[in-house]
């Protein structure tokens, strides 16, 4: 071969300078600490031997004040023997009455009670708390005497 041919050809293949490491230094990926605690978490519940519930569309959490936290297309897991119920998603802080037209069909009956009562309670403490009301928040609960107890047939 010709030498200067040669000298090409080395000079070509050589990537670094005098000095430099002959191989690359591999860097660690950065994670964000979200990443880190998420993994704590999955390891936790797959203790709990957590089972996926697929085809879940909506989750709303009523909160006592009136508020509902509303998770659309959620990731769910629970486990019944734990009683223990993950929810994954992102929520959004809705009011009760945005959300009720969407919610009647899937109510049962006591559910249909119990929104009853909630929107009572919710309806006698807005009144106490603009003074309108009669009664206070603590004999709300407490039923009118109706028959006359204290009488002997």
């Given at each position: 071969m010709d030498p200067s041919k040669l000298a090409k050809l080395q000079a070509g293949a050589r990537i670094g300078g005098k000095g430099t490491p002959r191989r690359k230094a591999k860097k660690p990926a950065k994670s964000s600490a979200s990443a880190g605690d998420d993994k704590k978490v999955q390891g936790a519940l797959q203790k709990l031997n957590m089972q996926t519930l697929p085809g879940i569309q909506e989750v709303n959490m009523f909160k006592e004040d009136g508020?509902?936290?509303?998770?659309?297309?959620p990731a769910v897991q629970a486990s019944l023997p734990n009683e223990t119920v993950a929810v994954y998603g992102r929520p959004e802080e809705k009011s009760l009455t945005d959300i009720?037209?969407?919610?009647?069909?899937?109510?049962?009956?006591?559910?249909?009670?119990?929104?009853r009562?909630?929107?009572?309670?919710?309806?006698?403490s807005d009144g106490n708390e603009k003074g309108t009301a009669g009664e206070s928040g603590d004999n709300a609960d407490i039923p009118d005497l109706v028959e006359k107890f204290d009488e002997q047939d």
């Open positions: 508020g509902v936290i509303n998770f659309r297309s009720l037209p969407g919610i009647l069909n899937n109510l049962g009956p006591e559910s249909l009670t119990a929104l009562q909630m929107a009572e309670q919710l309806k006698v």
